[in-house]
T-cell receptor, first 114, second 114 residues
């Protein structure tokens, strides 16, 4: 069964460093998302991406964040200058086009900023 | 701003009995609702969904009920099995937006005791 994959599973970085989180969505999906979950809190929407552009972003997704689909398979989230409060699980998700709402999530990347 | 609320942080049931997980929402624009199950160190896994034009959707042991007037939905698991022990997230989407982003509740930890 096709699945969303994410790398790395765990990333430790120092405050102020840049990190890139990588995702490979399901191949025939056309909508892509990033969500995050800070420990003990709910899963929060960060950004949606469709047709090679951001379709919506949350208040969390400020100028330090960017997303890219550099080729036909990868979808990346970049944080330019990490802060302590960026420590969280980051989930990538994808969905097919059309009226189906179900999003399929990857296993997540645990980002720890020290 | 809790648009989706899961007021029970945890629920414990005996194997074979019914598990009922509840979810309330405040945003009347939400018209599609999903339940996800999440095991530790994994991403959320889609379980079952319901459109606002229905009041019930069933898939095997899982049934979701929607009461639009009360802005309430519930997930019933019958019979409950120990493997169902996980965190269950309620999520909602607004078809009026073009990006199908999901708004999650905080989750309910279900423990099914053998």
């Amino acid at each position: 069964e096709p699945e969303v994959t994410q790398t790395p599973s765990h990333q430790v970085t120092q405050m102020g460093q840049e990190v890139i989180l990588r995702c490979v969505p399901i191949s025939n999906h056309l909508y892509f998302y990033w969500y995050r979950q800070i420990l003990g809190q709910k899963v929060e929407f960060l950004v949606s991406f469709y047709n090679n552009e951001i379709s919506e972003k949350s208040e969390i997704f400020d100028d330090q964040f960017s997303v890219e689909r550099p080729d036909g398979s990868n979808f990346t989230l970049k944080i330019r200058s990490t802060k302590l409060e960026d420590s969280a699980m980051y989930f990538c998700a994808s969905k097919v086009t059309g009226g189906l709402y179900e999003q399929y999530f990857g296993p997540g990347t645990r980002l720890t900023v020290t | 701003d809790q648009q989706v609320k899961q007021n029970s942080p945890s629920l414990s049931v005996q194997e074979g009995r019914i598990s009922i997980l509840n979810c309330d929402y405040t945003n009347s624009m939400f018209d599609y609702f999903l339940w996800y199950k999440k095991y530790p160190a994994e991403g959320p896994t889609f379980l079952i969904s319901i459109s606002s034009i229905k009041d019930k959707n069933e898939d095997g042991r899982f049934t979701v009920f929607l009461n639009k007037s009360a802005k309430h939905l519930s997930l019933h698991i019958v019979p409950s099995q120990p493997g169902d022990s996980a965190v269950y997230f309620c999520a909602a989407s607004d078809s009026g937006g073009s990006n199908y982003k999901l708004t999650f509740g905080k989750g309910t930890l279900l423990t099914v005791n053998p």
